[in-house]
């Protein structure tokens, strides 16, 4: 592995405590990532790949908690750091993007404002300095005429114009690590490229690492070195993008990638992963993806651990009984 | 903007003026001072003289207009029962009404907004719960019920507060207000606080709604994920989102606590213009209950028209030139 360790999650478990039982929505997560790297976070709705998100930024809302593993950012142990560490550390080191833009800025307030609280929470910077940052931030998300758009309302930007903003703000401070959750699902095509090219960009520029959680593996593919599938609150398969998506080893990786139209002949019937996902009160015995798994056998009754899958030297990982990629064989 | 004014201010007059027939229609309808008026051993000729005297001889119609042409130039008719002008009848109890209104709605206010989102940001908790239990009851006693209630325990049993009128009053440019001095601060505590509590109630409950539901928001998350300290979050990005409807409700129940404070004013004997408004109706004082209604109407229509312009500075999406009806 190139780089060095920026973050490692270790057998990460949050679930939420509800009337209705326990939801494991993330249940034994574990992943690395260095500095610089970009990770793409992939799975369904309700995979838990958002709540992982949330756990690193420790936000999980009640009646959600982080019930075991670890967090480790820069070495520092985040699961169970008290909450003004946990708020220092928010925005600072580690910074988030969310899904839609719409709703992310406050309405009400004006963009200076939200732009200069992020630096005030951190920094004791005066205001005049915060605000100067805050222009040059916009100016590094390509938005034009700064000065007057530091005074408008978030309803005079258009969506595009507001996901660069709210980029803007992630990158306020400088962050290690900035988690994006879906933040390109909500726009348009044509800007969703502008938005993931800026991204790339600012994100090798600062050094930061990034983990890119998404449904869709199109996006990542461009973008990230590592991609991580989850499945049911569980990692399923890891590895470089160019390895999972050129040969997918889980036969859930494979679904997803049967599942975008572009991959499948014209004319064809497109295909499409069999059933639902399961309700995360109720996961089956052993595989959580055994019963819409064409290659499920007995085997799969007991819960796959992940294990190497390919070349040794490629880092790749599965759980799965009945990889489509061979496990790793040992050298004696 | 100076457009929006003008609108408005044209939309205010028609609202009064069809108001004015309507009340006019209404308190003809209602019935004939006159049998409460004149001495019933007055005889016929005297009878007649007095009617004639009041104006009452007259057709509705031509009550309407000489009362309209009065309004135009300010004056709303002179009272039948006190022989002075209803108008200044009016405004000369306003003072006592508009200090127990405001007395009322500060008090709401102040307890409403802090316990309704605490009430939202711990609505499982027990002090939640009991916030929204007692919210309940605010709603649901009867005003003059808790008006007698207050009085038994405070005034009768305890003797701590008075149990009637308005105290010593200060005059305070010119216009005489209790809250200057301790004994008028004794005198207006229940009374204010009885009127307060339906809209203590009600506060409570649309601060606790709005707070829930502006903690789910993407942008409350987004500014935790900022970094920001909680009660920034809170007071900050929440409290200004929440603001907006509060600020409507707060501003149309200040019209309908001047208008109807006529129960807390009849229990506690407080001598506003609600209690002026019950006697009036009582003797049939025709020209006191038209003024009367004429002021509030007014009072309503300037309060909405301060609400909207209170909006447009919270709310930056609303635009007051682009406002229509």
């Known amino acids: 592995m190139r780089g060095n360790l920026l973050l490692a999650v270790d057998g990460l478990r949050t679930h939420f405590f509800t009337r209705a039982g326990v939801v494991k929505a993330v249940d034994d997560v574990s992943f690395k990532l260095n500095r610089g790297e970009v990770l793409g976070l992939v799975g369904e709705s309700g995979s838990g790949k958002s709540i992982t998100g949330y756990s ?61 609280e992020a630096i005030l929470a951190h920094a004791d910077a005066g205001e005049a300095a915060a605000r100067a940052r805050a222009r040059d931030a916009l100016v590094a998300v390509g938005i034009p005429s700064p000065d007057e758009r530091l005074a408008a309302y978030p309803h005079q930007f258009s969506g595009g114009m507001r996901q660069r903003v709210a980029i803007a703000i992630a990158l306020l401070n400088r962050p290690d690590l900035i988690i994006a959750d879906e933040p390109t699902t909500a726009l348009d095509v044509t800007i969703q490229g502008q938005i993931l090219y800026e991204m790339q960009k600012l994100t090798r520029d600062s050094g930061a690492s990034l983990i890119w959680i998404t449904h869709d593996l199109s996006v990542v593919a461009g973008l990230a070195d590592r ?11 890891q590895g470089s993008c160019a390895d999972v998506l050129a040969a997918p080893a889980h036969p859930y990786t494979q679904g997803l990638l049967d599942s975008v139209p572009s991959r499948n002949p014209r004319g064809a019937r497109l295909r499409q992963i069999p059933g ?24 799969c009754a007991i819960a796959p651990e992940m294990e190497a899958v390919g070349a040794a030297e490629a880092g790749r990982a599965v759980r799965c009984h009945h990889p489509l990629v061979p496990h790793t064989v040992e050298d004696a | 903007m100076s457009v929006y004014v003008v609108r408005r201010t044209l939309q205010a007059l028609l609202v009064l003026f069809v108001m004015s027939v309507l009340v006019f229609a209404g308190v003809y309808a209602v019935g004939n001072p006159v049998d409460i008026l004149i ?33 135009v130039t300010g004056d709303l008719g002179r009272s039948f029962v006190h022989a002075a002008p209803a108008l200044g009848l009016i405004l000369e109890r306003m003072p006592a009404t508009l200090e127990l209104a405001s007395a009322a709605m500060l008090i709401a206010v102040l307890l409403g907004i802090p316990l309704g989102l605490w009430a939202g940001l711990k609505p499982h908790s027990f002090a939640g719960r009991s916030i929204m239990a007692g919210s309940i009851l605010g709603f649901s006693l009867p005003t003059f019920w808790v008006g007698l209630m207050l009085i038994m325990v405070f005034s009768v049993m305890l003797g701590w507060l008075p149990s009637n009128g308005r105290g010593p009053t200060v005059e305070l440019l010119g216009v005489p207000v209790s809250f200057l001095s301790l004994e008028g601060w004794r005198h207006l505590a229940m009374p204010a606080t009885n009127l307060a509590l339906f809209k203590l109630a009600l506060l409570i409950r649309l601060t606790r709604a709005g707070t829930r539901e502006a903690l789910l928001q993407d942008y409350v998350k987004f500014a935790r994920a900022k970094g920001l300290s909680n009660a920034r979050v809170i007071l900050v990005h929440v409290l200004r989102n929440i603001l907006i409807p509060i600020v409507t409700v707060i501003g149309l129940e200040f019209g309908s606590v001047i208008a109807f404070a006529i129960v807390t004013e009849s229990v506690f004997a407080w001598p506003g213009m609600g209690k002026l408004l019950i006697d009036s109706i009582n003797l049939l004082d025709r020209p006191v209950i038209v003024a009367y209604l004429m002021v509030i109407v007014t009072i309503f229509i300037v309060i909405n028209l301060l609400v909207d312009l209170l909006y447009s500075v919270l709310d930056p999406r609303v635009r007051l030139a682009e406002a229509k009806g």
């Open chain 1, 227 to 237: 991609i991580a599938v989850m499945y049911a609150g569980r990692i399923v398969e």
């Open chain 2, 39 to 71: 001495n019933p051993m007055a005889d016929q000729i005297e009878r007649e003289q007095a009617i004639a005297a009041l104006g009452l001889d007259k057709p509705l119609w031509e009550q309407y207009t000489t009362f309209i042409e009065g309004a």
């Open chain 1, 56 to 116: 690193i930024m420790g936000l999980v809302d009640p009646p959600g908690r982080i019930v075991g593993g670890s967090i480790r950012l820069s070495g520092r142990e985040l699961v169970g750091l008290p909450q003004e560490a946990m708020r220092a550390l928010r925005g600072n080191r580690v910074a988030m993007i969310f899904q839609d833009p719409m709703m992310t800025l406050n309405p009400v307030m004006r963009i200076d404002r939200q732009m200069t």
């Open chain 1, 276 to 299: 639902m996902a399961p309700s995360l009160m109720a996961l089956p015995e052993g595989c959580a993806f055994r019963d819409r798994c064409p290659r499920a056998g007995r085997a």
